[in-house]
Structures are given as structure tokens and as C-alpha cells.
């Protein structure tokens, strides 16, 4: 099982910036693509970002430019940036793995328990 902590939620003014940041543990998972989501009351989860395990980073297009995803792979952490942050950006932010057992082939999603970020205007 591969678990998933978050940390750096909070409330802001809206134009602030905060940082979320999530540790995976799991000795015997290999840690493949880590990334957000987020869900806002009375919506639907939505995606925010992702990064692979070689660094590639993916966007939901209506964040590009605002939010920065990065990781750390010797300890499995992944962190979000989060910039000129917006009333609307005001969610449950949590943070998810798509990883595999080392001795064997087939992936699964994990979740953290979510941090809640809102943005005050």
C-alpha cells in the first residue's frame, strides 16, 4: 500500500501564493506519476497537474502559467506552487500516485487525504 501525507494548505488573500507539498511511502511500490486534483464544493474532482517520474510536467490549461508541479524522487515527494491564486482556486486540494508493487506489473491510483486551500478575496 502507498501512502500519501499532504501539508501547506491554508487561507489566503486572493493574489497570494501558498505551497502544498505530499511524501509517498511505500518501500516496495515502485512511485511512477504523482500529481494533484481538486474539488470545489458542489463540483466535480477536477485534475490540476502532474509529473512523471522523469520529470515531465502536465498542466490543466486553465493553470498553466499560475502553478508549478515538481518532485523529488529520492523521497518521493511531490510539491505545488501556487501563484496570483484566485477566489475560485478555493478547493480540496489532494495529491495521488499512479504506482506499481516492485515484484510486480499492474499500476493503481492512491490518495491522500486532501488539504484544504481557500482563497479569500
Known amino acids: 500500500q502507498v501512502q500519501l501525507v499532504e501539508s501547506g494548505g491554508g487561507l489566503v488573500q486572493a493574489g497570494g501564493s501558498l505551497r502544498l507539498s505530499c511524501a509517498a511511502s511505500g518501500s516496495n511500490f515502485i512511485i511512477n506519476l504523482m500529481g494533484w486534483y481538486r474539488q470545489a464544493p458542489g463540483k466535480q474532482r477536477e485534475w490540476v497537474a502532474g509529473?512523471?517520474?522523469?520529470?515531465?510536467?502536465m498542466y490543466a490549461d486553465s493553470l498553466k502559467g499560475r502553478f508549478i508541479i515538481s518532485r523529488d524522487n529520492a523521497d518521493n515527494t511531490v510539491n505545488l506552487q501556487m501563484n496570483s491564486l484566485k477566489p475560485e482556486d478555493t478547493a480540496v486540494y489532494y495529491c495521488?500516485?499512479?504506482?506499481?508493487?516492485?515484484?510486480?506489473?499492474?499500476?493503481?491510483?492512491?490518495w491522500g487525504q486532501g488539504t484544504q486551500v481557500t482563497v479569500s478575496s
Open positions: 509529473v512523471g517520474s522523469g520529470g515531465n510536467t
Open positions: 495521488y500516485t499512479r504506482s506499481r508493487p516492485r515484484d510486480g506489473t499492474s499500476y493503481n491510483d492512491y
